[in-house]
């Protein structure tokens, strides 16, 4: 990976970021005030808002970031769509136009049909010129409003990114040097990818710590390495097998004590006999 920025593709400025973050906090506290507004003084907040999980801030952004892609995505998709359709109207329109020939005055009996043939000849060109600039005038609008729209995607792309790295360098403290290695294959396809992900920053430790994996993946299909980097990441957010077990240690049983020796002089003969045996 030459740049940290090829994994996110048309990084915003600090300028764009604090914006965004700015308009955010707005819509967070104009939501907030709306709430408050709706609750009657004194009314005691629903059992269900007080029993629900406390969610983090970081996590809520990255939800809401996430939230905000998928739309932009959809409103692609469809702007998408609609330029295709806005596409073969236009070739169509201009294939009748090719198709369209002027009338000739030896094809009439008379001079004034051809007049009239010729009339409406210009007025049918004048409405499919006209018709012709409307369609393309809407197909340079939906090129502009795609590449807005993916604009803001990879605006959301970078900030997602950037979010995922600064947590990251908590956790690996190597990750600037292995994410923006020289030598480490990362295709612009693969780096939109990793970007779009959830663990992004962790797909391209993974991938920094396993170039012959990365150079691998960088030789695929758009699809396949779809796939490979989506196999990785299932394996990244899999709970980690703990290798040490936290059973008490064993009970070292207690061992008997020797015997003690009784005095030779205290002892009756049988016992001094089978002492004396034992000595030899």
């Known amino acids: 990976m030459e740049e940290e920025q090829t994994l996110a593709p048309a990084v915003a400025s600090d300028d ?4 965004n973050e700015t308009i955010t906090q707005t819509e967070e506290v104009s939501e907030e005030t709306q709430e408050t507004e709706g609750q009657e003084e004194g009314q005691p907040a629903s059992e269900s808002e007080g029993e629900e999980e406390t969610v983090s801030p970081a996590k809520a952004r990255r939800e809401r970031r996430r939230a905000e892609v998928r739309r932009l995505k959809d409103s692609e ?4 769509k609609e330029l295709a359709e806005t596409k073969v109207k236009l070739e169509r329109l201009q294939q009748v136009a090719q198709e369209s020939q002027p009338p000739r ?11 009239a043939a010729k009339t409406a000849h210009h007025s049918l060109a004048a409405i499919d010129n006209r018709q012709k600039r409307e369609l393309e005038m809407e197909a340079e609008r939906k090129a502009a409003e795609i590449s807005s729209i993916s604009e803001q995607e990879q605006r959301e792309m970078a900030q997602n990114w950037a979010d995922q790295a600064g947590e990251a360098r908590s956790k690996y403290t190597d990750f600037d040097t292995v994410v923006t290695a ?17 663990l992004g920053a962790d797909i391209a430790y993974h991938l920094g710590t396993n170039k012959a994996e990365a150079a691998r993946i960088a030789q ?3 699809l396949e390495m779809a796939r490979n980097l989506g196999a990785i990441e299932a394996r990244l957010s899999m709970p980690k097998v703990k290798t040490q077990t936290t059973a008490p240690d064993p009970v070292t049983p207690v061992r008997p004590k020797a015997t003690a020796t009784k005095d030779p002089e205290k002892m009756t003969p049988a016992e001094y006999r089978a002492w004396r045996e034992g000595k030899k």
């Open 16 to 19: 764009d970021v604090t914006e």
């Open 77 to 80: 998709a469809q702007a998408q």
């Open 105 to 115: 005055q030896e094809d009439y009996a008379n001079y004034d049909d051809f007049l």
């Open 182 to 198: 020289g030598d480490l294959p990362i295709t612009p396809s693969m780096a939109r990818v990793i970007a779009s992900s959830d």
């Open 220 to 222: 695929m299909s758009d």
